[in-house]
Structures are given as structure tokens and as C-alpha cells.
């Protein structure tokens, strides 16, 4: 069972070094859902992930001299779990936590296929609402 520090501490871990994203790897016709946990301390993205599952995979170090880093990444509907978990405690990226389980919500994993263009639509339009978001730079 997790206990409520653990959720606090996952929504700090998310609201410092993470990311809430949605992709369009799979197509426009099936973006998903994808957090990102990016640091130099490889022990603590384990840690997390022997709690919350994941995959964990190293990162090209950007600079010279910098440290390598890992990533902890979930994807696809099970970030949902990981997203409720952390909700009540995320800070910074609390509204992109919401539009990214207003976007799971529209994905089934029986119907891959077939997907209805309002549907579609509604995915795309979340999509660009969370780019807005994730937006660097001035506004």
C-alpha cells in the first residue's frame, strides 16, 4: 500500500524534475499520456520506480563535464494511476495533470482502432491546450 507521503513526495518529484505530456508518437490517431522524470540520481528514480512502476532509461548528458542522467517514464493509461496519486499535492503542474486525465479518460484499452473523429478531435484539442501549457519562454 502507499502511504500518503509517498504521493506528496511523487507530486514533488513531478512538480521539480518531471514532465506531463501528451504525445503523438503513435499517430494523430493515438496519442497518449506521458510523464517523465528526468535526474541525475539514479537510485532515487529507482526508488520510485520499485513503488510506482515505470521504466526507467538513461539520458544523453547535454554539456560536456555534466553528470549523466535517467529518466523514469510512464506512459499510456497506466499514468492515470500515477497521475490521481499525485493530484491532490501537485503545484506547478496541476492543470496539466488535469487535462492529461480529461485526456485518458477518452482512451479504452479494448478499442484501439476505430477511434471517432470527435473523439480524435477532442484528443488534438487537449493536446494543444497541454503544449500550451508546457510552453517555454515569455508568454
Same mark, same amino acid.
Given at each position: 500500500?502507499?502511504?500518503?507521503?509517498?504521493?506528496?513526495?511523487?507530486? $514533488?518529484?513531478?512538480?521539480?524534475?518531471?514532465?506531463?505530456?501528451?504525445?503523438?508518437?503513435?499517430?494523430?490517431?493515438?496519442? *497518449?499520456?506521458?510523464? !517523465?522524470?528526468?535526474?541525475?540520481?539514479?537510485?532515487?528514480?529507482?526508488?520510485? =520506480?520499485?513503488?510506482? $512502476?515505470?521504466?526507467?532509461?538513461?539520458?544523453?548528458? =547535454?554539456?560536456? $563535464?555534466?553528470?549523466?542522467?535517467?529518466?523514469?517514464?510512464f506512459?499510456? /493509461?497506466?499514468? !492515470?494511476?500515477?497521475?490521481?496519486?499525485?493530484?491532490?499535492?501537485? #503545484?506547478?503542474? #496541476?492543470?496539466?495533470?488535469?487535462?492529461?486525465?480529461?485526456?485518458?479518460k477518452?482512451? *479504452? *484499452?479494448s478499442?484501439?482502432? $476505430?477511434?471517432?473523429?470527435?473523439?480524435?478531435?477532442?484528443?488534438?484539442?487537449?493536446? /494543444?491546450?497541454?503544449?500550451?501549457?508546457?510552453?517555454?519562454? *515569455? #508568454?
Amino acid at each position: 500500500m502507499v502511504s500518503e507521503t509517498d504521493r506528496a513526495y511523487l507530486a $514533488g518529484i513531478i512538480d521539480g524534475e518531471g514532465s506531463i505530456g501528451i504525445d503523438n508518437h503513435g499517430g494523430v490517431r493515438s496519442p *497518449s499520456v506521458r510523464i !517523465s522524470i528526468t535526474n541525475t540520481n539514479v537510485n532515487l528514480l529507482a526508488e520510485l =520506480k520499485a513503488i510506482w $512502476g515505470g521504466w526507467l532509461s538513461s539520458c544523453r548528458t =547535454k554539456k560536456f $563535464g555534466w553528470k549523466s542522467c535517467s529518466d523514469l517514464i510512464f506512459a499510456g /493509461k497506466p499514468s !492515470s494511476e500515477i497521475l490521481e496519486a499525485a493530484q491532490p499535492y501537485l #503545484k506547478a503542474k #496541476k492543470e496539466q495533470c488535469q487535462v492529461a486525465l480529461q485526456f485518458n479518460k477518452t482512451v *479504452s *484499452s479494448s478499442n484501439t482502432k $476505430g477511434v471517432p473523429i470527435d473523439i480524435q478531435t477532442y484528443r488534438q484539442d487537449l493536446r /494543444k491546450k497541454m503544449l500550451e501549457l508546457n510552453k517555454r519562454g *515569455s #508568454k
